[in-house]
């Protein structure tokens, strides 16, 4: 029988020797030794707000491929003009953030990352227990899938699941069977840990800029959407989205709320992507500029980045 957390003291008045128990309260414990609970403070997010509320042992995790953009690559370059050319149209556009920044010249002119993410999971909340289990599934796979090559060949706009935000994504084209290979690998092990599995139909990406979204924009009922970095960099993302609402006039970016702290756009101009792919989809396309080797899976919990190598990879 467990003792309870109570005192007794002793009453014998009754005259016979039996004892009355009489519990006596437990002094409080002190405010010292609360946990301690984090605080969505979205200054310090770019005005990004937690979509998941905090539970206290419970870990945000996704599944990844990582692209890394060598400084002065072409791929690099490319992005980096894109960013800079979205960036006029719409001056709130953000970077993706990233854990590891050049701390000296980075690939986007110490703005933008220099590492992209092409996520395999949504973003997953795993118990203590269950994190082992889920890198112990990333390892297997794998070491059962070969490395391959693989390309971007397009630009998209595809937005988060609570409608928050939009991004600017490279879209995947050579690569996508065994993209889909690799998720689908994955998908037992999710559902074995209660998980959502990947979407029926991805459209395999790795998102470069974002914008928060306004609230009429984040309250319309999303379709099967994205799953970008929450996590990514998170999941990530770090997302897999269906293209937002656009808005009804072409200058969508005036209604820019540009006086507020966090400001907001209802989506993207919607000339903005189809300009981008005129001007450039053909660079990006180039086996010179978009291609780029698979070698790695990675998987983040809570802050932890744990890589392995596909079977036989450098």
Not at 84 to 105: C, H
Not at 217 to 234: F, G, I, R, Y
Not at 249 to 258: H, K, N
Request: charged fraction near 15%.
């Amino acid at each position: 029988m467990k003792r309870p957390l109570v005192d007794y003291a002793s009453d014998s008045d009754d005259g016979d020797g039996d004892s009355l128990l009489r519990p006596v309260k437990l002094p409080a414990l002190s405010g010292s030794l609360a946990p301690s609970v984090p605080v969505d403070n979205p200054a310090l997010h770019q005005g990004r707000v937690r979509t998941t509320p905090y539970i206290e042992g419970q870990y945000a995790a996704y599944v990844y491929v990582p692209v890394t953009l060598e400084p002065r690559s072409k791929l690099s370059k490319l992005v980096g003009k894109v960013y800079r050319d979205a960036k006029k149209s719409v001056p709130i556009l953000q970077p993706m953030s990233s854990s590891s920044l050049d701390s000296g010249e980075s690939a986007f002119n110490s703005e933008l990352p220099h590492e992209l993410h092409v996520s395999l999971s949504r973003p997953i909340f795993l118990r203590a227990h269950q994190l082992d289990e889920l890198k112990r599934a990333v390892k297997s796979i794998a070491a059962s899938h070969s490395p391959f090559t693989a390309s971007f060949a397009t630009f998209s706009n595809l937005t988060n699941d609570e409608r928050t935000r939009t991004f600017l994504t490279l879209e995947i084209g050579a690569g996508h069977t065994e993209f889909s290979a690799l998720s689908t690998s994955l998908t037992p092990h999710l559902q074995a840990l209660r998980q959502k599995s990947f979407y029926s139909e991805p459209r395999f990406h790795a998102s470069f800029a974002w914008a928060l979204l306004s609230t009429a924009a984040s309250t319309t009922t999303p379709a099967e959407s994205s799953q970008d970095h929450v996590v990514q960099q998170n999941p990530a993302s770090e997302a897999r989205a269906s293209p937002p609402p656009q808005p009804s006039s072409r200058a969508s970016t005036s209604t820019t709320t540009v006086t507020s702290p966090f400001p907001t756009i209802p989506a993207l101009p919607s000339t903005l992507v189809p300009d981008l792919i005129a001007t450039y989809a053909s660079q990006l396309a180039s086996p010179h500029v978009g291609s780029f080797e698979v070698t790695h899976l990675c998987v983040k919990l809570g802050k932890t980045v744990s890589q392995f190598r596909l079977l036989g990879g450098p």
